[in-house]
C-alpha cells in the first residue's frame, strides 16, 4: 500500500513569488493533516481536512497560505506571496476516520527554500 | 495552553547501552500519546500510540509507557540503527486529532 506522497521534495523560490505543495494522502484515509517545521522549532499544525471540508485551520500563519483539498483526496498548500519566514520543511500526514485516537502517517515532507 | 517538553534534547550512548527518553505534557482531555521516529530528511515515521495512564507498548528494542503527566520511550541495549529522532505528541479532547509535538531528542548510539 502506497504511503503519503508529497511533492514536490524541494522548492527554493524568491521573495514574492508563489508556491504550491501538494500532498496525496493514504488512499481511503479521511483526515489530512498540513504540519510545518521551521528550522530550530517543533513541528507544529497547520490545519486538518476531513474529506474535503477544512475542520480546523487555526494553525494557518496569515492569508498569504490557502489550503483545498479536492474532492476529498488530494490537498494542495499555496503559499502566495512568499516571504522569508515561509522556509521550513511542510509535513502532510493522513490517518483513518475518527479523531484523537487513530495514527497518522507522515509524508517525507516538502522543504521548501524562500531567498 | 497545551505544551509538550523533552528531555534530554540530545542523547549518545554506546551500543548496548539502555537508557530513557522523557516526554512530559500538558494537554486537556488527552484522547491519545503517539511517539514517532524521525530520520533525517525523512517524515515522522509512527511507532505507538498510547491511551491511558499505566498502559504500556513494546516492538522490539522501545518500550513506551504513559502516566498521567509523563510518558517514557525506553531503549534497551540500543544499536546504532537506532539512531534517530523520537518525537512525542499528544493529542487532546476535541482538537480532532491535532498533534502537539515535542522538540523530541537526538539519539545517537556508537558501535
Known amino acids: 500500500e502506497a504511503g503519503v506522497t508529497q511533492f514536490p521534495s524541494h522548492s527554493v523560490i524568491e521573495k514574492g513569488q508563489t508556491v504550491t505543495l501538494r500532498c496525496d494522502p493514504i488512499?481511503?484515509?479521511?483526515?489530512l493533516y498540513w504540519y510545518r517545521r521551521v528550522m530550530g522549532k517543533e513541528i507544529k499544525f497547520l490545519l486538518h481536512?476531513?474529506?474535503?471540508?477544512?475542520?480546523?485551520e487555526s494553525g494557518m500563519p496569515n492569508n498569504r497560505f490557502l489550503a483545498e483539498r479536492t474532492g476529498g483526496t488530494y490537498s494542495t498548500l499555496k503559499v502566495q506571496p512568499a516571504e522569508l519566514e515561509d522556509s521550513g520543511v511542510y509535513f502532510c500526514?493522513?490517518?483513518?476516520?475518527?479523531?484523537?485516537?487513530?495514527?497518522?502517517?507522515f509524508g517525507q515532507g516538502t522543504r521548501l527554500t524562500v531567498v | 495552553e497545551d505544551q509538550v517538553t523533552q528531555s534530554p534534547e540530545a542523547l549518545r550512548l554506546q551500543e548496548g547501552e539502555s537508557s530513557s527518553l522523557n516526554c512530559s505534557y500538558t494537554v486537556s482531555g488527552l484522547r491519545g500519546l503517539f511517539w514517532y521516529r524521525q530520520d533525517p530528511g525523512k517524515g515522522p515515521e509512527f511507532l505507538f500510540t498510547l491511551y491511558s495512564a499505566g498502559e504500556e507498548k513494546e516492538k522490539e528494542r522501545l518500550k513506551a509507557t504513559l502516566t498521567k503527566k509523563e510518558s517514557f520511550l525506553h531503549i534497551t541495549a540500543p544499536k546504532p540503527e537506532d539512531s534517530a529522532t523520537y518525537l512525542c505528541?499528544?493529542?487532546?479532547?476535541?482538537?480532532?486529532?491535532?498533534?502537539?509535538f515535542g522538540q523530541g531528542t537526538e539519539l545517537s548510539v556508537k558501535p
Open positions: 488512499s481511503g484515509h479521511d483526515n
Open positions: 481536512f476531513v474529506k474535503e471540508s477544512k475542520q480546523d
Open positions: 505528541a499528544p493529542s487532546g479532547g476535541n482538537q480532532g486529532g491535532k498533534l502537539i
Open positions: 500526514a493522513s490517518s483513518q476516520v475518527g479523531t484523537g485516537n487513530t495514527e497518522a502517517f
